[in-house]
């Protein structure tokens, strides 16, 4: 299979339309189509459903959407890890989500620097789902990450926090005084919906909440009494007077892990592992 058949392939399978899909691409629907096509007969197998209202994804197609996806992460990996070693500057690219983690991060830099043969550290921060996508695509070498909220599989990583979440929500609502809450009652909130965050290819899901690129933006919605967040604990630090916060009692622990490329030979990057998961 060509790089170029695949893209065809996600583009179409994300959007399930092939109308949207060509826009997406910049080219016209038949030849489109016919790739498809073509890629459905080389491999012997119906990737989509098609019929005059829908596309649908078979099964086969659902696997080679996963795989697709994570072999052009992979092309895209090695055409950007290459041209940053051709530029011959000893650095390390660390992403992490803004506002999460931020006081381990800041630990973990001030350690690392202290270190013998320590070398800079680009530091790149993104919206949700953004660093795992740049470590995958080779913009990044390592990355800060948090089960269950980012999917660790394909890469190498070591645990290094674990904690509740907790309800952040306006100072004055009733639910504030609540010593706990439970997810369903989380989810009963109708005068306080949950945030919409984006999907990676920058679109958002459907939902009542409102559409939210940062943790800043996020937090003057609720003090505004316009949402309400699920949120790791340590966030609790950058909350203002205008915010409670409530644990809650039955949410998934969120995990913060340091995460690598499995095939990186890197020192300078071993180091940087070392010195986090030591701390």
């Not at 390390?92 to 800079?120: C, F, Q, R, T």
């Not at 904690?163 to 609540?178: D, F, T």
């Amino acid at each position: 299979m060509e790089t170029r058949e695949l893209r065809y392939f996600v583009a179409v399978a994300e959007e399930l339309h092939f109308g949207r899909a060509a826009q997406r691409l910049m080219m016209a629907q038949p030849p489109l189509s016919r790739a498809i096509q073509q890629l459905e007969r080389r491999l012997g197998v119906v990737l989509l459903h098609r019929t005059a209202r829908a596309v649908t994804l078979t099964g086969a197609g659902a696997v080679l959407l996963r795989e697709a996806r994570l072999a052009l992460d992979a092309v895209e990996a090695a055409e950007s890890r290459t041209l940053r070693a051709a530029a011959n500057r000893p650095t390390l690219v660390l992403a992490a989500k803004a506002g999460a983690s931020g006081e381990l991060l800041s630990k973990i830099l001030d350690a690392y620097a202290a270190e013998p043969g320590a070398v800079a550290i680009e530091v790149t921060l993104g919206g949700p789902g953004q660093p795992e996508t740049l470590l995958r695509t080779g913009h990044a070498d390592v990355a800060l990450l948090h089960r269950p909220y980012d999917e660790t599989a394909g890469l190498d990583t070591e645990d290094l926090h674990t904690e509740q979440q907790v309800l952040v929500l306006p100072a004055g609502h009733p639910l504030a005084g609540r010593p706990h809450l439970a997810m369903a009652e989380v989810e009963a909130l109708h005068d306080l919906p949950l945030p919409r965050w984006p999907e990676p290819d920058g679109s958002y899901p459907d939902g009542p909440g409102p559409q939210v690129r940062d943790h800043t933006q996020l937090l003057q919605l609720i003090s505004l009494g316009l949402a309400c967040a699920v949120v790791p604990e340590s966030l609790r630090s950058q909350l203002r007077d205008g915010h409670a916060s409530v644990p809650i009692s039955d949410a998934p622990t969120v995990t913060t892990v340091v995460a690598w490329p499995p095939q990186s030979t890197s020192q300078a990057l071993a180091d940087f592992v070392r010195t986090a998961t030591r701390l």
